[in-house]
């Protein structure tokens, strides 16, 4: 069949981000499906089209598949006005795409949540299957962060949230609270699944075997190093590493390191707040490719996960780091519950603290340092369940399934007199 697949953010392995597009458009790819995905253009992802843009908009096949990239420029430092108006050029310029395409799919990954306009476009004007896949819950996030308060704009986006998840002939979440919201939307009648992002164990079991380990600079062989990785954003919370790192200072524990690898519109600010506090602890890295940064992973002894202590995360999250981590066999070590924090208690693969308690964050480290043989052994356990629960392969082949049995149910409810 053929699927247009929007997703704003669209990279190869040669970028700095998340691949979940490329990886599920490969696989549809390989089980025999025509696939055009529609992106704008991110300042860490690498579309793997190279050709100048002609009014706006360049195309070329990458690995097989079809891309369309808008010359519609993203940063996550961006401010949040600046941001939502890229949001809303790339749905306006995806919905007329939408609606002179004769694809038999329409497959839209939501954040944004406007990635969903194409999808209802091409649903209530030209009767096209739309399947919906949900990232992150909104408004439910920015509204709990307060990053959205404007009153109209909240209401705005809970009338389009309601009306994508009632346009959509499919579900994809995330997490397990993204499928909860689903239910409480639209019930169980819908099919919907589960596909979490995936933890790429034999991609980054092959770029091990190509390179060195990398120690960040400024760590010693000896030190404990251990890494944040992608977005620095509010969101992230990372404040609560910063004020660890000082209990970390303060009891003189220089031997271990906690390095920032990534960007976002937090980083120049906590970089400046390490270098007023004399936090030599703190190492920031730019963003890097993940080619680069699984050199930087397997010189590293634990994988930190961060985020802000807002409740609306606990179950509604995916986030990229965590299966990052498995992947690569590093100890964990989390500061908010929820269902990432009960994998890690749950299989013993790291270290759970709760929120808003840098005292006890330190204590986690320092624990880990003072036991280096259980943080490999909770580093090897991570990443037998990467490759047993997470596995990127498993996973998009659950994906390409669901997305043809729900095409084929709803032409055979199409076919019923």
Known sequence: M?????????????GATGTRPYEQARALCEAGHEVRVVCGSFDVANTGLSGEFVDGVRHGNVDGIDVTEYKLNFSNSHGLLKRSLTF???ALRSAALAFRSDADLIFASSTPLTAAIPGIVAKLRRGRIFIFEVRDVWPELPKAMGAIKNPVVLWALGLLERRAYRSADGFVGL??????RFREVVGDATPMTLVSNGSDVEMYKSLAAEGDPIRPAHARESDFVAVFTGTHGKANGLDAVLQAAEVLKACGRDDIKLAFIGSGSEKPRLKKLAEEQQL??????????????????RGADAGLMILDNVPAFYQGTSPNKFFDYLANGLALVTNYPGWVADIIEKEEIGLAVPPERPALLA?????????????????????EIGRRDFNRENLNARFVEFLQTTVAEHGARGRRP
């Open 280 to 297: 030599d602890n703190c190492l920031f890295i730019d963003a890097v490719p993940k080619t680069t940064l699984a050199g930087y992973f």
């Open 2 to 14: 053929k699927i247009l697949y929007f997703h704003q953010y669209f990279s190869t392995r040669q």
């Open 88 to 90: 809303l050029r790339f």
């Open 363 to 383: 204590d986690a480290l320092v624990h880990l340092a003072d036991n280096r043989k259980q943080a490999r052994l909770f580093g090897e356990r991570a990443l």
């Open 175 to 180: 997490s397990p609270g993204i499928v909860a």
